[in-house]
């Protein structure tokens, strides 16, 4: 059973410029949460889908948003890129009511 | 406030046990975990606890928890130099029907051979 599939692994970008991430949760999981993580603030909740609604916001700029599609795969979008949003992005995947959450390897945006 | 609270740095011996510590806020969160994570990876969910429980056992992970006062452990027990990785801890809050993880600082756990 495949796991949680997270690409790009790495990526560079501008100031200024806008990325999309995407995440690929583990087939049959319907919930996919993202999370922000850098050195000085941690891990925190951007947002959480499940079958392909919003239904939780974390407390970030409305530059940061996202989307699920139907079969479940998830993307989130950063507009308008800042130096502070160079992080690892992590998505999990998980099938309520079950409490395992199982994550991706993340991927790692750079922004010059 | 939001923080759940580790200690930042652990250094054990091989073979010794490492017990790591987390100080969680919401008393009304159902499912503690505790994560590993390794140099430019992702999280690795090692194991979880539902809140009415006090232990829980994994082969050399025991994980206990103290609900009155919002303490979380993780012991390994004869750690291995493949040990060495921050461990976060994570408390499940619900709100409004959903759920987000409210992740720990992390604790460096490294072992000495």
């Known amino acids: 059973k495949a796991g949680v599939t997270q690409t790009p692994r790495y990526l560079i970008k501008t100031r200024g410029q806008q990325v999309t991430l995407s995440c690929s949760p583990i087939?049959?999981?319907?919930?996919v949460s993202w999370y922000q993580q850098t050195p000085g603030q941690g891990l925190q909740f951007l947002f959480e889908?499940?079958?392909?609604?919003?239904?939780n916001k974390g407390n970030f700029p409305g530059r940061f948003s996202g989307r699920q599609f139907s079969n479940s795969r998830s993307e989130m979008n950063v507009s308008t890129l800042e130096l502070g949003d160079s992080a690892l992005y992590l998505c999990?995947?998980?099938?309520?009511?079950?409490?395992?959450?199982?994550f991706g390897q993340g991927t790692r945006l750079t922004v010059v | 406030g939001e923080d759940v609270e580790q200690s930042l740095f652990l250094s054990v011996r091989e073979g010794d046990s490492s017990v790591i510590n987390c100080t969680y806020t919401?008393?009304?969160?159902?499912?503690l975990y505790w994560y590993k994570q390794e140099p430019g990876a992702g999280l690795q969910l090692l194991t979880y606890?539902?809140?009415?429980?006090d232990m829980k056992q994994d082969q050399r992970l025991t994980v206990l928890l103290n609900k009155k006062d919002k303490h979380l452990s993780l012991r390994i027990a004869d750690t291995q130099t493949g040990d060495s990785a921050i461990y976060f801890c994570?408390?499940?809050?619900?709100?409004?029907?959903?759920?987000?993880?409210?992740f720990g600082t992390g604790t460096r756990l490294k072992v000495l051979a």
């Open positions: 889908y499940f079958s392909e609604t919003q239904r």
């Open positions: 606890i539902f809140s009415n429980m």
């Open positions: 087939s049959g999981h319907r919930s």
């Open positions: 994570a408390e499940r809050r619900t709100t409004s029907g959903t759920y987000k993880y409210i």
């Open positions: 999990a995947s998980s099938l309520p009511p079950s409490p395992e959450a199982f």
């Open positions: 919401d008393s009304s969160s159902t499912y």
